[in-house]
């Protein structure tokens, strides 16, 4: 057998298949007993590899050393960033993605995926009550969404204003994801194309900030052509007023675009859904399927009110991929910056297949409900303080009991990295250091939030004890 049959040998695709699915069972299985991320420097990491590269073996012993040398997410004491734990069949999905390995540029490259896109953005665009005429596609991540989206919002206005394309700025909150500020930058506005509003105690963007920066950028001649209101934040989690700048935006003729990365899922939720009140009369939204929605990585919808304006901002000519320039749905290529575009829509179908709505309702409920546990755990110690109440699954806390608490957090979430228990991240808000929680794990419980508390406070009684001299 040469090396090209090698790599298509059915019979060890097979086996291997077996044997790794095992693998990952077992690490589910005995996921607690292992630390959440392993304590390794990132120049002992790259050694590591370095040295792996050059050395062959079977893939199964490159992919065990692999899941033992990654932080995890699925241990229930993983609190950190905003990735989602994926369901089991989307993780079955995913193979079936990569074996197609479906283009969706072109319809012919991509026919299952175009049809399965436009089915769940339909779905989605009617539970943001949107409208006959909105639509949307879906894209790798949420940066690229968010940045498609400004880009059709700009196109739309100059389209509506002679081509002017001086002094073009966007609007949003202090507290938005940085996501923000890039697409301004990829566009040419620049920073100062940037306007940021100050935000509330409750770090939502303050509704009269706003009004009163528009009145006075629009004074000394610039052209708003998008406000962007955030659902939630990221340092936060934080709901914006969707519907105060929803009319701010109707009555100013100005595009209300809804990054609703992390959180626009709660549309799914009768109990929290009251956080986005307001988000139908948004232009266009963004929501990652790989956050709050239980689907690997990378999978964002982009859903605009009307979808024709989207072909608007990709429109150009390519023989030899499309025969005739209009605005075919089937084409992905045609109003999204990729071209060899994976079909992780599929993952999506395959969870709205398996269990509808109803998966994503629980999801939500499950860890919102669990964060305003732990916040209220949190209050109850007069060691930790909170920044706010929390809007979402994110919880930002602090320890107090301490001379330089800036320092000492800081140095207590690196306590916590380099023992491996937990994992969790820390944020800047008001120039304080605070600890952020991001409970993503649906069996992460209160059982495991008390013992963070106590972790926590066994380190805080650590440090101090051993760091007597430093004043923190």
């Known amino acids: 057998m040469n090396v090209l049959q090698e790599a298509y040998d059915l019979n060890t695709f097979k086996k291997r298949g077996k044997l790794l699915i095992d693998q990952i069972g077992k690490t589910h299985e005995l996921r607690e007993k ?43 004491n993983y609190m950190g960033h905003q990735t989602a734990i994926p369901a089991m069949s989307g993780v079955l999905a995913s193979l079936v993605v990569d074996y197609l390995n479906n283009a969706m540029g072109v319809y012919e490259m991509g026919i299952v995926g175009n049809a399965m896109e436009r089915v769940v953005a339909e779905h989605l665009c009617g539970k943001f009550a949107l409208g006959d005429h909105a639509g949307g596609f879906f894209t790798s991540g949420g940066t690229l969404g968010t940045l498609t989206a400004i880009m059709t919002a700009k196109t739309h206005f100059l389209n509506n204003n002679n081509k002017e394309s001086e002094n073009l700025c966007i609007i949003t909150s202090e507290q938005a994801h940085y996501c923000v500020e890039r697409a301004a930058l990829t566009m040419g506005l620049g920073r100062d194309g940037v306007i940021k509003i100050a935000v509330d105690d409750e770090y939502k963007m303050d509704i009269e900030q ?11 001649g ?7 209101g955030s659902a939630p934040s990221t340092s936060t989690g934080a709901y914006d007023d969707l519907q105060s700048i929803g009319n701010f935006c109707e009555q100013n003729n100005i595009w209300f675009h809804v990054d609703g990365a992390h959180g626009a899922g709660v549309i799914f939720s009768s109990k ?10 948004a232009d266009s939204i963004v929501m990652d399927f790989h956050k709050m929605m239980l689907t690997p990585s990378l999978c964002t919808a982009v859903l605009l009110k009307d979808k024709q304006y989207s072909y608007d901002t990709f429109r150009q000519k390519a023989d030899y991929l499309w025969q005739i320039e209009d605005n075919d749905w089937s084409q992905g290529g045609k109003r999204t910056f990729e071209t060899t575009k994976s079909m992780y829509i599929l993952k999506v179908f395959t969870l709205f297949k398996e269990f ?8 939500i409920n499950n860890q919102y409900d669990l964060a305003r546990d732990f916040a209220a755990s949190i209050l109850r110690k007069d060691t930790f303080e909170l920044a706010c109440i929390p809007h979402s699954n994110i919880v930002c806390f602090r320890y107090i009991d301490c001379e330089n608490a800036n320092q000492f957090n800081t ?6 990295i380099e023992d491996g228990s937990f994992y969790l991240v820390q944020t800047t808000l008001d120039n304080k250091v605070y600890l952020r929680t991001t409970f993503m794990n649906s069996e992460t419980t209160v059982s495991h939030t008390d013992k963070l508390i106590h972790f926590l406070e066994e380190k805080a009684e650590y440090l101090k004890a051993n760091n007597s001299s430093s004043k923190i």
């Open 210 to 220: 706003l009004k009163e920066q528009y009145d006075r950028i629009t004074s000394e």
């Open 222 to 228: 610039k052209k708003v052509f998008c406000v962007i």
């Open 356 to 363: 509808g709505d109803t998966i994503f309702e629980a999801y």
């Open 272 to 281: 929290y859904n009251y956080l986005v009140k307001g988000i139908e009369k």
């Open 411 to 416: 140095l207590l979430r690196q306590e916590i």
């Open 34 to 76: 292992r630390p959440v991320i392993p304590n390794c420097q990132p120049e002992e990491q790259y050694q590591y590899w370095k040295n792996s590269f050059s050395q062959q073996s079977d893939p199964l012993e490159l992919f065990e050393d692999v899941i033992n040398r990654s932080i995890l997410y699925q241990h229930p």
